[in-house]
């Protein structure tokens, strides 16, 4: 027996209490009338026999209700015996791309078999699955078939493990299961799968771990390919600003080594360049210029010669080869400035290849929207009801459109395709100066940047003179002036976006196109219209790829396909249907067709953190098991977690105190009755 807080164990002091009352209880005398006293002998009365206790019984109930009353304070608990059935048994296997590497895999598979078949027949055991994901793949049972089946139908991944979604998901199953846990930790211990924070893999008391490390030996060295730099669409491919691929060879607790690194075009080898790695270094590696057909071209550059980990000598990805996108710019009759810098910043950028087709507004009525990449509405607040029609059907299909308003937005109110008016128009000119870019989200794929700078990624010297007030609705913002107006906003239509810039594309109502970052704005819209944005050529395993809007178009739903490295569609009929991301599982080449109808292949990587062998340290996977010791003495202690468990007394001590002020309420009430009949 024992008690959880012994220090209240101090109050046993007020046992002395009811002592203390009832030895000053007041002795009472009765008066009898005598006729003289003259032959009374004088003597001295004795007080022991007042001084004696009486009413022992209540007096036994007051004392042993104080004592239960302090004991209730010290939360006692017993230890009772309790034996492996109660106890659930949780063995998780590592199937990381890491585990790969020579015999890593059967490893674990071994020992985790050899853990299930020592477990008792009535204990419970479930089976998880340590990939890019946690995969829980049997609940609590004791059926040895089913758990021994779940076991070996774990296959290698190419996912990333992380020991921090695996604490944080333990930690939640601890709290369900309300039982003790063995939790056995089946994994290579790679030191990339720890988490920044240590408290993330920490486990509750009720958790015992044990980890099992199946790398045994030296960590051999590797060599990767562990970036690719490569264009996602080329056109021209004697062009040697985009025709050209550059990846980086990094090596992994490895020597000086001189390697072959190949560039593969669908298969054939077009290019070989050999590369001197540094010790625990990286060593950069060019291929220019690029020859691929037209069409999707699946590439990959590959070290040969390989090592003793070959999964990751390669790096996948895809270049499309296409003659140059037409962009129809639709701009006002009056308005001859606008096409000429967008056109003039869209030649200038080097990562898409475009051609502009200028057109007035007024000329648009027998134009198709969906034969151009993406359209843009310089200044057009009034457009054909044929063209606009048509463009409406267009953006919610998948096409998108970007909207630049200028003067003429102050004089027609209507905002072609967005659904809204303008508020008001701010002449900034005449109102005191020009306004300046106040807040800007470099997240959106318009204005992305990973560092931006004091200059605010080259947006604090642009001024504004003159833009209109638009309510942004459910739209997205992407940048405000200093005094909050709204300058870009998105906003998805069906399947297809609206880009709009709530000023123009001329130097009369701003300077931005005599800023460089107005080339760089062009380049990222473009891309991000046009889709290329979102189809860089590769990906990484465990990414998600969005198949469709959030908000399909109004009574059509438009399927989707996806066909993975094996061939197989893993999409049912009805998740085409209704589907809007997919994660992409495995490496290899996908084929995607996507809901507003573009296709695409994409190459899909392993996360080149799995490629570094190192382990955990020693004193890092003690002090993550609990243990400072060694492995023995650890698995010693959770034997002996096993022998007992406590069960707290608190309610049975709480119950049996009532019981005892009950009867002790009672037997005062009597005594004093007959006190009073005495007196």
Known sequence: MGFLAPWFLAGLAALGVPVFVHLLRKHVTTPRPVSSL???????????????????????????????????????????????????????????FSMREGTRFANAKQQALAVLAAKPHAQKAQVIALGGQLEVLTQPI??????????????????????????????????????????????????????????????????????????KGSVPPNWTVERVSAPAELADPK??????????????????????????????????????????????????????????????VRIEGGDVFPADDASLFVIRRSDPERVLFVHAANDTRSPLYFGAALGAAGQASFILQSVAAEQTTDLDPSKFSFVVLSDAVTLPSIFEHTLAQYV????????????????????????????????????????????????????AQEQPGRDNGGWAETKFF?????????????????????LLLDKQIGEGHVLLLTSGLENLTNDLPLHPVFVAFVDKTARYLSGRGRL????????????????????????????DPDGRRPLSL?????????????AGFYQVRFANGRDAVIGVNPDRRESDLQPI?????????????????????????????????????????????VAETVLASRYMGTQREEA
């Open 38 to 96: 003259m032959f009374f002998e004088r003597g001295i009365q004795s007080s022991t026999r007042h001084q004696r206790l009486r009413y022992l019984l209540l007096f036994a109930l007051r004392s042993a209700l104080l004592l239960l009353v302090v004991l209730a304070f010290a939360n006692p608990f017993i230890r009772r015996t309790t034996d492996a059935n109660g106890r659930l048994l949780l063995i998780v296997r590592d199937n990381s």
């Open 536 to 563: 860089n050529g590769f990906q990484l395993v465990d990414s998600f790829l969005q198949l469709r809007s959030a908000a399909a178009p109004v009574g059509e739903v438009a399927n989707v396909e996806v066909i």
């Open 239 to 300: 062009d040697p600003k985009q025709s050209r691929v550059e990846a980086v060879v990094a090596g992994f607790g490895t020597p000086q080594a001189e390697k072959t690194v190949s560039l593969v075009v669908n298969g054939k080898a077009i290019a070989t360049h050999k590369v001197t790695v540094p010790a625990n270094g990286r060593a950069a590696v060019e291929f220019t210029p690029i020859d691929v057909g037209y069409g999707f071209n699946r590439c990959e």
């Open 142 to 215: 004791t059926d040895e078939a089913q758990l021994r089946s779940a076991l070996e139908s774990i296959q290698p991944g190419d996912g990333h493990a992380n020991f921090g979604d695996l604490g944080r998901s333990i930690r939640a199953m601890a709290e369900t299961a309300r039982r003790p846990i063995d939790l056995h930790l089946f994994s290579d211990m790679q030191r990339t799968a720890m988490p920044t924070n240590f408290a993330d893999i920490v486990l509750p008391l009720n958790v015992a771990l044990l980890l099992h490390d199946v790398a």
């Open 466 to 486: 003159y833009a209109a007030s638009v309510d942004p609705g459910e739209s997205r913002v992407a940048a405000r002036l200093s005094d909050g107006t709204p």
């Open 617 to 661: 340290a020693p004193d890092v996977q003690q002090l993550w098991s609990g243990n400072s010791n060694n492995v023995p003495v650890q698995k010693a202690a959770a034997v002996d977690d096993v022998k007992y468990r406590p069960v707290n007394l608190w309610w049975y001590v709480i119950l049996l105190a009532l019981v005892v002020a």
């Open 396 to 447: 919610s299909k998948g096409g998108s459109v970007f909207i630049a308003l200028g003067t003429n937005a102050g004089q027609h109110a209507r905002i072609p395709l967005w659904g809204a008016d303008v508020k008001a128009a701010h002449d900034y000119a005449r109102t005191g100066g020009p306004a300046t870019v106040g807040q800007l989200d470099f997240t959106h794929p318009a204005l």
């Open 574 to 586: 009805s998740e085409t249907r209704t589907v809007q991301t997919f994660r992409l599982r495995r």
